[in-house]
């Protein structure tokens, strides 16, 4: 188990394209945030699950804290995160993504040292919320949020800080099939999601 790091979910709530609440929406026997919760827990000795200020009471198996700063987002969940962690780091995951890989992510906290950022690219696409994020990225969070950019991708540019960028090629070494980086924000996203499951190549039960 990983000491250094703290591993951080984001289960904000809002949901606003799938119509209903991703967090208890189940894939198997088992919810979105009770699988992703699961993971973190086997990589991570400490473990925060972060909610919207506005979301309704959430019980998880690991404390459960609200936003710091309302309204921002991903990029609040992130600074929450941080600023509440107690560790030099943290691994940022979002509880949409139904099949977290421990050895993807054990590999990218391995390469914490060499950057303040360690985050996933898959099929172009930056994964912000499946990342690495060191404390000196609170100056630049701050700054951001005091000139409202939420826009948590705009991080990957910002001078201040070193980011590695985890191709989708390293990532397929790792998972053949990249179900790790499946995301699920859609109806549509949700029956492929279920498809990968019975077909029994996501890496949860």
Same mark, same amino acid.
């Given at each position: 188990?990983?000491?250094?790091?703290?591993?951080? &979910?984001? +289960?904000?709530?809002?949901?606003?394209?799938?119509?209903?609440?991703?967090?208890?929406?189940?894939?198997?026997? #088992?919810?979105?945030?009770?699988?992703?919760?699961?993971?973190?827990?086997?990589?991570?000795?400490?473990?925060?699950?972060?909610?919207? !200020?506005?979301?309704?009471?959430?019980? $998880?198996?690991?404390?459960?804290?609200?936003?710091?700063?309302?309204?921002?987002?991903? &990029?609040?969940?992130?600074?929450?995160?941080?600023?509440?962690?107690?560790? !030099?780091?943290?691994?940022?995951?979002?509880?949409?993504?139904?099949?977290?890989?421990?050895?993807?992510?054990?590999?990218?906290?391995?390469?914490?040292?060499? $950057?303040?950022?360690? @985050?996933? #690219?898959? $099929?172009? #696409?930056? !994964?912000?919320?499946? +990342?690495?994020?060191?404390?000196?990225?609170? *100056?630049?969070?701050?700054?951001?949020?005091?000139?409202?950019?939420?826009?948590?991708?705009?991080?990957?540019?910002? *001078? +201040?800080? #070193?980011?590695?960028? @985890? =191709?989708?090629?390293?990532?397929? !070494?790792?998972?053949?099939?990249?179900? /790790?980086?499946?995301?699920?924000?859609?109806? $549509?996203?949700?029956?492929?999601?279920? /498809?990968?499951?019975?077909?029994?190549?996501? =890496?949860?039960?």
């Amino acid at each position: 188990m990983i000491s250094d790091v703290t591993g951080v &979910l984001l +289960a904000g709530g809002k949901s606003r394209r799938m119509g209903e609440d991703k967090r208890f929406i189940l894939i198997g026997q #088992r919810t979105l945030l009770e699988r992703s919760c699961a993971v973190l827990c086997e990589v991570f000795e400490q473990v925060c699950v972060v909610i919207a !200020q506005d979301s309704p009471l959430l019980r $998880a198996e690991v404390p459960v804290v609200r936003d710091l700063i309302p309204d921002c987002g991903s &990029l609040g969940g992130l600074y929450t995160g941080l600023r509440l962690a107690k560790t !030099q780091h943290i691994f940022l995951a979002a509880c949409d993504m139904p099949f977290l890989n421990p050895v993807v992510i054990q590999y990218m906290v391995c390469l914490k040292d060499q $950057a303040d950022i360690v @985050i996933s #690219r898959w $099929a172009t #696409r930056l !994964q912000p919320t499946h +990342a690495v994020y060191g404390q000196d990225c609170l *100056p630049v969070l701050e700054e951001m949020m005091n000139l409202h950019n939420r826009k948590i991708h705009s991080m990957i540019s910002h *001078p +201040a800080l #070193r980011v590695r960028v @985890i =191709s989708e090629t390293e990532i397929r !070494q790792i998972d053949h099939d990249g179900c /790790s980086m499946l995301n699920i924000n859609t109806p $549509a996203d949700l029956e492929r999601a279920r /498809s990968v499951h019975n077909a029994g190549t996501g =890496s949860v039960s």
